[in-house]
Nanobody, 130 residues
Framework: QVQMVESGGGLVQAGGSLRLSCTASGLTFSYYGLGWFRQAPGKEREFVAV????????????DYSDSVKGRFTISRDNAKNTVYLQMHSLKPEDTAVYYCAARSSPNWYRRAEARDYDYWGQGTQVTVAS
C-alpha cells in the first residue's frame, strides 16, 4: 500500500520561509517523478513544482510554475524516500493546501498535469499572513 505523508505546513508571515516534506512508503521511490500541487479555497488544484524520476536519468530536472519560480525549490532524497519543497519570500497568495504526488510516467511534457500522477498525499495547510 502506497502512502505519501506531507509535513511542515503552518502559519508564516509574508516574506517568511517554510520547508515542506513528503515521505513516501510502499513504492520504489527512485522510479517516480515527484510533484507538488496546491489548492486554495474556491480554486482548482494547480501545479507548483516537479522533479524527475532518478532511475532513468542521472541529471536532475525540475520545473516550476511561473508564480513560484525563483522563490521555491524542489529536491529529493532517495535514501529517505522524501521530497522537499523549500519556500522563500512567501506571499499571502501562496496560502493553500499543498499536496505531494508521485508519477511513474517518464513523459516530461505531462509533468504539470495532475491526472498524470499516480499517488497523492493528504495535504498540508500553508497560511501566509499579510
Amino acid at each position: 500500500q502506497v502512502q505519501m505523508v506531507e509535513s511542515g505546513g503552518g502559519l508564516v508571515q509574508a516574506g517568511g520561509s517554510l520547508r515542506l516534506s513528503c515521505t513516501a512508503s510502499g513504492l520504489t521511490f527512485s522510479y517516480y517523478g515527484l510533484g507538488w500541487f496546491r489548492q486554495a479555497p474556491g480554486k482548482e488544484r494547480e501545479f507548483v513544482a516537479v522533479i524527475n524520476r532518478s532511475d532513468l536519468w542521472t541529471a536532475i530536472s525540475t520545473d516550476y510554475s511561473d508564480s513560484v519560480k525563483g522563490r521555491f525549490t524542489i529536491s529529493r532524497d532517495n535514501a529517505k524516500n522524501t521530497v522537499y519543497l523549500q519556500m522563500h519570500s512567501l506571499k499571502p497568495e501562496d496560502t493553500a493546501v499543498y499536496y505531494c504526488a508521485a508519477r511513474s510516467s517518464p513523459n516530461w511534457y505531462r509533468r504539470a498535469e495532475a491526472r498524470d500522477y499516480d499517488y497523492w498525499g493528504q495535504g498540508t495547510q500553508v497560511t501566509v499572513a499579510s
